[in-house]
């Protein structure tokens, strides 16, 4: 069975940074392209970051450019995003998603990351 | 970037109706649209893939339609388990963009 636990959401004040991790299990972690969705509160679902399987294609939403890093470790079946210079407008709540075949066909239940001061 | 826009935003429907969702890309997308349920404090779940493809363990009862920029999500009959809110995304291009949901609520 295929599962998603994200990890190190919480509180944080603007301008502060935040690592969120999602430990996969269930599959081929290291054949796998991952990403990262949110959804802030309210709102409709927002694609984050996407990371090829062995790290390097990297993809981000204009918002996150310069300020995220997507990153994974596939010895351990875990995906990474460091936040930095972190916004109001970044509380969400952060899911870790599979994407297989331009699909996100496995998601995780999520973490919520609210920056507030 | 490629705009996703779903009508309606919110529906009313009874079980057993037959609910329909629409979904319309700024610019086409060929048929890399998929389809997603989503439920408050649930993971999301993919529903439809490839614009008409079921994912694997998903009810016969949910459909798919459509190519280039317009797209439909059909349920046959609605089921108690299928108030949710839906959102299509489009997979052609980087970033990939989802619409802004259809919440299916009990009439």
């Known amino acids: 069975e295929v599962q998603l636990v994200e990890s190190g959401g919480g509180l944080v004040q603007p301008g502060g940074s935040l690592r969120l991790s999602c430990a996969a299990s269930?599959?081929?972690?290291?054949?796998?392209?991952m990403g990262w969705v949110r959804q802030a509160p309210g709102k409709g679902l927002e694609w984050v970051a996407n990371?090829?399987?062995?790290?390097?294609?990297?993809y981000y939403v204009d918002s996150a450019k310069g300020r995220f890093t997507i990153s994974r470790d596939n010895a351990k079946s875990l995906l990474f995003l460091q936040m930095n210079s972190l916004r109001a407008e970044d509380t969400a709540v952060y899911y870790c998603?599979?994407?297989?075949?331009?699909?996100?066909?496995?998601w995780g239940q999520g973490t919520m990351v609210t920056v507030s001061s | 970037d490629i705009q996703m826009t779903q009508s309606p935003s919110s529906l009313s429907a009874s079980v057993g109706d037959r609910v329909t969702i629409t979904c319309r890309a700024s610019q086409s997308t060929s048929s890399y649209l998929n389809w997603y349920q989503w439920k408050p404090g649930k993971a999301p779940k993919l529903l439809i893939y490839g614009a008409s493809s079921l994912q694997s363990g998903v009810p016969s009862r949910f459909s798919g339609s459509g190519s280039g920029t317009d797209f439909t999500l059909t349920i046959s009959s609605l089921q108690p388990e299928d108030f949710a809110t839906y959102y299509c995304q489009q997979s052609y291009s980087i970033p990939w963009t989802f619409g802004q949901g259809t919440k299916v609520e009990i009439k």
């Open positions: 269930g599959f081929t972690f290291s054949s796998s392209w």
């Open positions: 998603a599979r994407h297989a075949y331009f699909v996100f066909d496995f």
């Open positions: 990371i090829k399987q062995d790290g390097k294609e990297k």
